[in-house]
């Protein structure tokens, strides 16, 4: 029997052992596992997150107050799920300022840690502190969640006290759990990895939020470029909860390998931690557990760990790029000041629960502006701007336009000059929210603006002062994250003469017609083009023909997945070898080693409800990654006809001499000076994504 199958059985033996242990304990109460699953209490629970997700925390609680009831008499008042409901509902109080109520809850159990956070909330810093250390140091240091959340407890009572040093120790000791913490866990553990709960309601997200704002209020230069750093950290991290949603093999054969061992470290860090978990349940329901075998496998899991930092050390120093696919170390902010020209400034953007963040660097300087918005607000400012119905002449053919859960039908003039109107005007209240207080600082005369959760949805070319668009001022690119600077600058290319055209696929949407002349437009404008219409126009071409091309343009309908960012994808002719939908975990496995560009043409995202900018982040890096240093986007369903204009101007200009940015920014504007096409649905959505130049 090999090493692999015996260490398999084994963790199968204690897996097994456990559920009888928890049966024979079940039965000797008299309590059956019919009733330990009972489906009531399963369906508050999920009322209970339900309600919570929607802020409505009275119903929340007398819903909660239900379930323990249930528990009581289903399992009784001493069980550990029944206790589980009773902390619950403690922390459910806490959010809702009521303290002496969770306090009394927590006392009766002699929950130190719940007693912690009541201090906490009632704003006495030193007595959380005092009790919050206590608990840090009598748990077991193997149950990480626990750890987790006392250490953000900390940081957050220093911070209270305004004891910033000692704040950001504890924030840093959090995230270093958190990060040692991923690398243990199976794929489906780590999707939403960041926003989980882990104790005392905490969310591990709320260790970078707070070592992010804590090092601002230290106010050092070196704590500003740190900030932007933890900034980029959890933009790294999200990256990777959606990698590990869908396996990816990579662009090419070492690439494949590499990624393969990531996976084979991983699962074996998995299972020597599930292990070392079921022994530790048995020891809490007072089963004996062999002599010395859980220091055996701890001593297993250090050293499994050891050997996987260094394989990710050796992936580093071979490949950077291949290694921000597997691992978060994000660069540092002269390193990102070292990759910036005189004429360029970075815009970086961070959204937490209570502020937005930006930073704005230059080769010689960073600075960093503290916007008094939450995420909640900033989020309704953007449903605000892109929800309503701008024009009536959507790319999409159908003449009623179905989004998730609902139908809306064309509309009258009068209604939609009624909302381009409104579209004006929260443009203008984006400005001042996220631009105005930057904007006096911002020299340069080119801006990579690199935003953060449902900011990537927002066509920054569009925001007005009242008077002037940015792009009026500023000649924009976007980024996923400045981490992706390193990589676009390094694939940054001249040869612009191959152009791969696929238009107009054959799919069940309506045909794109104006996606053809689009297609025949960029047949003339270049020597070497190769051109796919209609049923010609598969994702089989896609995959076989990429390679060769300078410029891949797709002209076609695409998909996006809010809630799994990997599942987006292109729209194309399905053929025997493929399905004809080219999604993002496959785009990471193309080979677009001699891009220049990649443009999105017709992609639309279906707007019921702006989230975050996942899928857009999605598909860049996948594309990026694939080869190519720069993508040209689209942010909603643009008109046919002013599409098909402003492609054909950018092509002239960046063909003529102008970087892509600025070909971009006079096409833009070529377009709205045409008669009929002066409002920003014509020209705003196109972004730049990537390489400027």
Same mark, same amino acid.
């Given at each position: 029997?090999?090493?692999?199958?015996?260490?398999?059985? =084994?963790?199968?033996?204690?897996?097994?052992?456990?559920?009888?242990?928890?049966?024979?304990?079940?039965?000797?109460?008299?309590?059956?596992?019919?009733?330990?699953?009972?489906?009531?209490?399963?369906? /508050?629970?999920?009322?209970?997150?339900?309600?919570?997700?929607?802020?409505?925390?009275?119903?929340?609680?007398?819903?909660?107050?239900?379930?323990?009831?249930?528990?009581?008499?289903?399992?009784?008042?001493?069980?550990?799920?029944?206790?589980?409901?009773?902390?619950?509902?403690?922390?459910?109080?806490?959010?809702?300022?009521?303290?002496?109520?969770?306090?009394?809850?927590?006392?009766?159990?002699?929950?130190?840690?719940?007693?912690?956070?009541?201090?906490?909330?009632?704003?006495?810093?030193?007595?959380?502190?005092? !009790?919050?250390?206590?608990?840090?140091?009598?748990?077991?240091?193997?149950?990480?969640?626990?750890?987790?959340?006392?250490?953000?407890?900390?940081?957050?009572?220093?911070?209270?006290?305004?004891?910033?040093?000692?704040?950001?120790?504890?924030?840093?000791?959090?995230?270093?759990?958190?990060?040692?913490?991923?690398?243990?866990?199976?794929?489906?553990?780590?999707?939403?990895?960041?926003?989980?709960?882990?104790?005392?309601?905490?969310?591990?997200?709320?260790?970078?939020? =707070?070592?992010?704002?804590?090092?601002?209020?230290?106010?050092?230069?070196?704590?500003?470029?740190?900030?932007?750093?933890?900034?980029?950290?959890?933009?790294?991290?999200?990256?990777?909860?959606?990698?590990?949603?869908?396996? $990816?093999?990579?662009?090419?054969?070492?690439?494949?390998?590499?990624?393969?061992?990531?996976?084979?470290?991983?699962?074996?860090?998995?299972?020597?931690?599930?292990?070392?978990?079921?022994?530790?349940?048995?020891?809490?329901?007072?089963?004996?557990?062999?002599?010395? @075998?859980?220091?055996?496998?701890?001593?297993?899991?250090? @050293?499994?760990?050891?050997?996987?930092?260094?394989?990710?050390?050796?992936?580093?120093?071979?490949?950077?790029?291949?290694?921000?696919?597997?691992?978060?170390?994000?660069?540092?902010?002269?390193?990102?000041?070292?990759?910036?020209?005189?004429?360029?400034?970075?815009?970086?953007?961070?959204?937490?629960?209570?502020?937005?963040?930006?930073?704005? $660097?230059?080769?010689?300087?960073?600075? $960093?502006?503290?916007?008094?918005?939450?995420?909640?607000? /900033?989020?309704?400012?953007?449903?605000?701007? !892109?929800?309503?119905?701008?024009?009536?002449?959507?790319?999409?053919?159908?003449?009623?336009?179905?989004?998730?859960?609902?139908?809306?039908?064309?509309?009258?003039?009068?209604?939609?000059?009624?909302?381009?109107?409104?579209?004006?005007?929260?443009?203008?209240?984006?400005?001042?929210?996220?631009?105005?207080?930057?904007?006096?600082?911002?020299?340069?005369?080119?801006?990579?603006?690199?935003?953060?959760?449902?900011?990537?949805?927002?066509?920054?070319?569009?925001?007005?002062?009242?008077?002037?668009?940015?792009?009026?001022?500023?000649?924009?690119?976007?980024?996923?994250?400045?981490?992706?600077?390193?990589?676009?600058?390094?694939?940054?290319?001249?040869?612009?003469?191959?152009?791969?055209?696929?238009?107009?696929?054959?799919?069940?949407?309506?045909?794109?017609?104006?996606?053809?002349?689009?297609?025949?437009?960029?047949?003339?404008?270049?020597?070497?083009?190769?051109?796919?219409?209609?049923?010609?126009?598969?994702?089989?071409?896609?995959?076989?023909?990429?390679?060769?091309?300078?410029?891949?343009?797709?002209?076609?309908?695409?998909?996006?997945?809010?809630?799994?960012?990997?599942?987006?994808?292109?729209?194309?002719?399905?053929?025997?070898?493929?399905?004809?939908?080219?999604?993002?975990?496959?785009?990471?496995?193309?080979?677009?080693?001699?891009?220049? /560009?990649?443009?999105?043409?017709?992609?639309?995202?279906?707007?019921?409800?702006?989230?975050?900018?996942?899928?857009?982040?999605?598909?860049?890096?996948?594309?990026?990654?694939?080869?190519?240093?720069?993508?040209?986007?689209?942010?909603?369903?643009?008109?046919?006809?002013?599409?098909?204009?402003?492609?054909?101007?950018?092509?002239?200009?960046?063909?003529?001499?102008?970087?892509?940015?600025?070909?971009?920014?006079?096409?833009?504007?070529?377009?709205?000076?045409?008669?009929?096409?002066?409002?920003?649905?014509?020209?705003?959505?196109?972004?730049?994504?990537?390489?400027?130049?």
């Amino acid at each position: 029997m090999s090493v692999k199958s015996s260490r398999r059985n =084994g963790v199968l033996v204690c897996v097994t052992l456990c559920f009888l242990f928890m049966l024979a304990a079940l039965g000797a109460t008299g309590i059956s596992y019919s009733q330990l699953l009972d489906g009531e209490a399963r369906g /508050l629970d999920n009322k209970i997150w339900g309600l919570y997700l929607e802020a409505r925390y009275e119903e929340a609680i007398a819903v909660a107050k239900d379930l323990l009831a249930v528990r009581e008499k289903t399992l009784g008042k001493n069980h550990p799920s029944t206790n589980w409901s009773r902390n619950n509902l403690a922390l459910l109080l806490l959010d809702l300022g009521k303290w002496e109520e969770a306090y009394d809850i927590f006392s009766q159990q002699n929950n130190q840690s719940g007693l912690s956070k009541c201090h906490l909330v009632k704003k006495d810093h030193q007595e959380a502190a005092m !009790l919050f250390g206590l608990a840090l140091e009598k748990v077991n240091k193997r149950a990480v969640r626990s750890v987790i959340g006392l250490q953000i407890g900390l940081g957050l009572a220093y911070e209270g006290m305004a004891e910033y040093s000692r704040s950001v120790d504890h924030f840093h000791g959090a995230i270093e759990v958190i990060e040692a913490e991923w690398k243990t866990l199976s794929p489906e553990a780590k999707k939403e990895f960041l926003n989980a709960k882990v104790e005392l309601g905490f969310s591990r997200l709320e260790a970078y939020e =707070g070592l992010a704002r804590v090092l601002l209020k230290l106010g050092d230069g070196e704590s500003i470029g740190e900030a932007l750093r933890v900034s980029e950290r959890v933009k790294s991290r999200v990256l990777l909860e959606m990698l590990a949603t869908r396996e $990816v093999r990579g662009k090419s054969a070492e690439d494949e390998a590499v990624l393969r061992q990531d996976r084979e470290h991983q699962r074996g860090l998995t299972e020597v931690r599930k292990q070392i978990e079921v022994l530790g349940e048995m020891g809490q329901m007072g089963q004996e557990v062999p002599r010395g @075998e859980v220091d055996r496998l701890q001593s297993a899991l250090e @050293e499994k760990e050891k050997a996987y930092g260094k394989f990710i050390e050796e992936v580093k120093q071979k490949n950077s790029e291949l290694s921000s696919l597997i691992s978060v170390d994000p660069p540092s902010f002269s390193e990102i000041q070292s990759l910036l020209e005189g004429d360029v400034e970075l815009l970086e953007y961070y959204t937490t629960n209570e502020k937005i963040y930006a930073w704005l $660097v230059s080769r010689e300087d960073i600075r $960093v502006y503290e916007i008094g918005m939450s995420e909640k607000e /900033l989020k309704d400012k953007v449903d605000r701007l !892109l929800l309503p119905n701008i024009s009536n002449r959507p790319r999409k053919a159908e003449p009623v336009i179905v989004f998730v859960g609902r139908e809306e039908k064309e509309i009258g003039e009068s209604e939609r000059e009624e909302n381009r109107k409104r579209f004006q005007s929260v443009s203008k209240e984006l400005y001042e929210a996220v631009l105005a207080p930057v904007s006096m600082d911002i020299k340069a005369k080119n801006l990579i603006v690199v935003p953060h959760g449902v900011l990537h949805k927002v066509p920054f070319g569009a925001l007005t002062d009242g008077s002037k668009y940015l792009i009026d001022r500023y000649t924009i690119s976007v980024l996923p994250s400045a981490s992706v600077l390193e990589y676009v600058v390094k694939k940054r290319k001249e040869a612009k003469e191959k152009a791969l055209v696929l238009a107009n696929p054959k799919t069940e949407h309506m045909p794109l017609g104006y996606a053809e002349v689009e297609g025949r437009m960029l047949e003339s404008l270049f020597s070497n083009p190769e051109a796919y219409y209609r049923e010609k126009a598969t994702e089989t071409k896609a995959k076989h023909r990429a390679s060769d091309f300078n410029v891949i343009h797709f002209a076609t309908h695409g998909e996006f997945n809010e809630r799994q960012p990997m599942q987006s994808g292109l729209l194309l002719t399905k053929d025997d070898e493929n399905d004809g939908y080219l999604q993002v975990h496959e785009v990471f496995e193309m080979d677009l080693k001699n891009a220049n /560009l990649v443009t999105l043409s017709a992609c639309e995202t279906a707007l019921s409800k702006i989230q975050g900018g996942d899928d857009l982040v999605g598909l860049s890096r996948g594309f990026i990654y694939a080869g190519t240093p720069s993508i040209l986007a689209t942010l909603w369903k643009v008109d046919d006809s002013s599409t098909s204009r402003l492609m054909e101007i950018f092509y002239k200009n960046w063909k003529s001499g102008m970087s892509k940015a600025e070909a971009l920014r006079v096409a833009q504007e070529a377009v709205r000076e045409m008669k009929g096409y002066e409002h920003p649905f014509y020209w705003a959505p196109f972004i730049m994504i990537g390489d400027w130049k």
